[in-house]
């Protein structure tokens, strides 16, 4: 059993908030949900739509065909109709009085999917009494309005006597139906996370309102700033003073924030940025996913200095690179810059997050009877020097944005830009080192041809290549790239593939130029829509040919 809902309509129709909803109803009835969002952007009007997923197995991605169309203006059904599969049921506003039924009941126009979840229960023949249960607990003192209309829907289609399946509960396990930022905000908590700053960007905004709204209870503080500049630099100010800190924004506010994680860098101090991909250059369509900021992620600050570089290609890794991208920004006090995207950060999926993981924080604590007199930028073997924030009893601190000695005094000497340089070198060299034991990469399948990638396409990837002789290699961390772990992968491989969503091939130059062999076929996708596994097996089938 897998099927894929369509929902569409206006902004303000309550597609996003119903689909989840929708998408709540699947999976505490037993199986696998992913819901994938497109809206433009404007406040009102336009055209939205939200896909929901629900599947017996699990499931990675969204599906992009539809057995199930509901549309509240047919603007938006004639612009997608050509996506529905054969046989689809259609519900439209020529079938449906949807507005008339809205204000009749004196209902609010964004209460709209409560009327289609009654229709798709009692198409599917989910009892009555379980998706009530469900609105109530979702819902709390908006329930009464939308069980009302969840109740005209579900006799409206017992009336035209719709066709009906009994769909059976399902077997799996309620899992939390969580958003990728969700996801991205409780790793970040769960390592120990205390200071969240940001400005509002698409697609970030929702990590930026889910941290505020919950801040209490987990126990941290999120602000928003007056831009992207201030949050970065409050965000560093956080660090030096001992307390783990990020920042989020989307790869216009990244631009912004360079000139930051260069002083990052040279200070000495860890800090995690967040860069929510959208499509671009400048404002681009800031509402749509792409993968094009990886060049400015592995580049972005003047001079040389280490940075980590980190890409979830899912929900719960979205969780656990987070937890981790907090773990090295503070042992190697270095920044770490996690590479997400709009497919990820703004799509819902049935998850199985390693809350039980333990991320603890360890960072090289001054001791004085070990190190002597503090010296903030000691050189030691392995180039990551003590930490002691300010207000350590008998330290006193020199930071120094300038270069400097150890001590954290200003120097232009050429011994001093000699010594300092070289130590940043030697902690990246250390970085390098360590990362190849953990390898970070993630290989499914196998075969002689093989997929490579990073980021969202791995969920389309891995349903397209069911029943295929294909080795997948996702790649995890872009810096350091892991060379050594994919020489090991494609030594017997006769073709590679890479897939992307930019139109440079960005991730295709960074492989070859690391690993010195070419990729066979590149797969790029720039239109601002995620890739699908129909879309992805049949170029694969080619390949294969």
Not at 109 to 126: E, N, R
Not at 179 to 198: E, P, Q, W
Request: hydrophobic fraction near 40%.
């Amino acid at each position: 059993m897998d099927f894929s809902i369509f929902i569409g309509g206006q902004a303000g129709e309550g597609i996003k908030r119903g689909s989840m909803l929708i998408g709540k109803v699947f999976n505490r009835y037993g199986y696998h949900v992913f819901i994938m969002n497109d809206y433009g952007s404007i406040i009102r009007g336009g055209t939205d739509y939200s896909e929901i997923r629900v599947s017996t197995k699990e499931i990675h991605t969204s599906f992009n065909r539809f057995d199930y169309m509901f549309a509240f203006h047919m603007d938006v059904f004639e612009k997608y109709k050509d996506k529905a599969k054969e046989n689809c049921f259609t519900l439209t506003l020529n079938d449906f009085p949807y507005d008339e039924v809205i204000k009749k009941a004196d209902a609010e126009p964004f209460m709209k999917p409560s009327i289609v979840l009654g229709v798709l229960t009692f198409m599917l023949g989910i009892p009555q009494n379980f998706v009530e249960d469900v609105i109530e607990d979702d819902l709390g003192k908006n329930a009464p309005k939308n069980i009302e209309l969840f109740r005209i829907g579900f006799e409206y289609a017992r009336e035209k006597n719709f066709n009906n399946i009994h769909l059976i509960k399902g077997e799996k396990t309620p899992k939390p139906l969580l958003y990728g930022n969700d996801a991205i905000g409780l790793g970040a908590v769960r390592s120990g996370m205390k200071v969240y700053a940001a400005y509002p960007i698409t697609p970030s905004s929702t990590l930026l309102e889910f941290l505020a709204k919950n801040a209490d209870r987990l126990g941290i503080i999120a602000l928003q700033l007056e831009d992207e500049i201030a949050a970065i630099n409050l965000a560093l100010g956080s660090a030096y003073a001992g307390v783990p800190s990020m920042v989020g924004t989307s790869g216009a506010g990244l631009d912004l924030m360079g000139e930051t994680i260069s002083l990052a860098g040279a200070v000495e101090l860890p800090i995690v940025i967040l860069d929510v991909q959208r499509v671009g250059p400048s404002t681009g369509a800031p509402t749509y996913t792409e993968q094009s900021d990886l060049n400015l992620a592995l580049n972005i600050g003047h001079g040389e200095f280490p940075r980590i570089v980190l890409a979830p290609g899912d929900i719960e890794e979205a969780f656990e690179l987070t937890a981790k991208a907090f773990q090295f920004a503070l042992w190697y006090q270095t920044p770490v810059i996690v590479l997400s995207d709009k497919h990820i950060s703004e799509s819902a999926r049935t998850t199985d997050i390693p809350f039980s993981n333990n991320y603890p924080l360890m960072i090289k604590t001054y001791d004085k009877d070990f190190d002597g007199p503090y010296h903030r930028y000691k050189i030691t073997i392995d180039g990551i020097s003590p930490f002691a924030p300010p207000g350590t009893p008998d330290v006193i601190v020199h930071v120094n944005s300038t270069e400097h000695t150890e001590e954290g005094y200003s120097s232009s000497l050429p011994e001093t830009l000699i010594k300092m340089k070289e130590k940043r070198l030697l902690k990246m060299k250390t970085i390098e080192e360590d990362f190849k034991l953990m390898k970070f990469i993630n290989v499914f399948n196998e075969g002689d041809v093989a997929v490579v990638s990073f980021g969202s396409p791995k969920g389309a990837i891995l349903e397209a290549i069911e029943g295929f002789p294909i080795k997948f290699i996702q790649v995890v961390s872009l810096e350091p790239f892991p060379k050594e772990a994919v020489l090991e992968e494609i030594a017997h491989v006769k073709k590679i593939i890479s897939v992307e969503q930019n139109s440079f091939g960005q991730f295709a130059d960074l492989f070859e130029r690391k690993i010195g062999r070419n990729i066979d076929k590149r797969v790029l996708k720039y239109d601002g829509r995620p890739f699908s596994p129909w879309e992805l097996r049949s170029i694969f089938e080619e390949v294969l040919k």
